[in-house]
């Protein structure tokens, strides 16, 4: 006889997939129903749980602000605060690419040289040939997307483990990159559409106009996302705590806005405006965590990173789920890299060979665990900035660039340890209960 309880569906697992966009798999927090304290003793809860979120790396980029600025009173001077958004730019969206695979419990060490050949395949196709520069990124974004098949096929359906291909292809793509460009060549980016990315400014009414559509989207959705759970009887926040989290939205938004309008030039040529590449990283981060939140696809790749049997137990096609994370993250990688040689001005042979480790650093600090099915993008921002704020502090202070690397390492295997520490604390709360 042929045993079948291996296909039945996990309960659990599929109501919460049956239930539509709205739900959430068991393992993500779904809020509490009650009085506003009651809410905040169940946040408290958590936290002292082991669910800290992004708690940490919050607390260490506002140490690292206060120290920084101590010993090198230039640090929140408005241009450096201008400079540090836009370093953070391209760091931030490498992180959030591969945040998509952290949270199925694998990783991809070839995500930076990954946009390092889609880039040259850019410059290769821009300056060399004369493509026009949207077609030529739309060519190396594609060149992501078959980057992506490639290494979820292997991962998913051949069953290597993806460190051990993407460590293949990190290795590999160095030696591509050598051959589309050359041993040493660089080419300039020379494009203005591109270099207007990361240093040009939009008008101040534009600034403003950004702010109004961060608070009044973030409203909108917090009221939408309230309703629909009171609809389907799922626990919603207190009407108290979600104008407290948009408030908090608008206060620091419209900080940053402001700031960055002020005009922050130490010549007779005044700069202000936030940076161009401010609203277009934004708007990245919201449509990600769109897809992740109120997707079908989202809330399987959640449940394949939780428990990948369960998950196919479920009716999910795992495989499919794996592929198309690998996918998305080697396309946001090519994203980046844009970003980067928008920065830079520049792309060569050895361009994004150590990004990767960067990117994986800045998503682990941001408090996504790599043991997967937890994690937020915004999680991803919040460590690149911190991995940034390091980078720009030591700079600053003309240490030595080991010393940066001494740090950067040390603050990671930190944030790796309050990850497995925070993992025990809330499995032996469960099994308290």
Known sequence: MTATSNKQPDPSLAAAIDAGS????????????????????????????????????????IVLCILFQFLSPSFLSLINVANLITQTAFLAVLAVALIFVILIAEVDLSAGVTAGVGMSVFVLLNNGMGVNWVLA???????????????????????????????????????????????GNTYRVTEPAVTAIENSNMPIWAGWLMWVVIVVVSAGTAFYDRRRRQVAGVPVRTLSLLLIRVGVIAVVAGVIVALLNTNRSLSVLPISGVPIVVPIVVALLWIGTQVLDRTRWGLHLYAVGGNPEAARRAGINVAAIRISAFVLCSTLAVLSGLFQASQVGVVG????????????????????????????????????????????????LALPGGVNLLITGGVLVLAASVDALSRKRSGASLARL
């Open 22 to 61: 709205g739900a959430t798999p068991p393992g993500i927090a779904t809020g509490y129903e009650g009085s506003f304290s009651d809410q905040i003793k169940a946040y408290v809860s958590r936290v002292r749980g082991g669910e800290m979120g992004m708690l940490p790396a919050i607390g260490g980029f």
């Open 137 to 183: 990124l739309i060519v190396a974004l594609v060149v992501g997307v078959l980057i992506g098949l490639f290494i979820g096929y292997f991962v998913a359906k051949v069953g290597i483990p993806s460190f051990v291909v993407t460590l293949g292809l990190f290795l590999g793509f160095q030696g591509l990159q050598l051959v589309l460009l050359g041993d």
């Open 349 to 396: 042979s050895s361009f994004g060979q150590t990004d990767v480790l960067n990117g994986i650093a800045a998503a682990v600090v941001g408090g996504v665990s790599l043991f997967g099915g937890r994690g937020r993008l915004i999680q991803g921002v919040v460590g690149a900035l911190v991995i940034t704020a390091i980078t720009n502090g030591l700079g600053l």
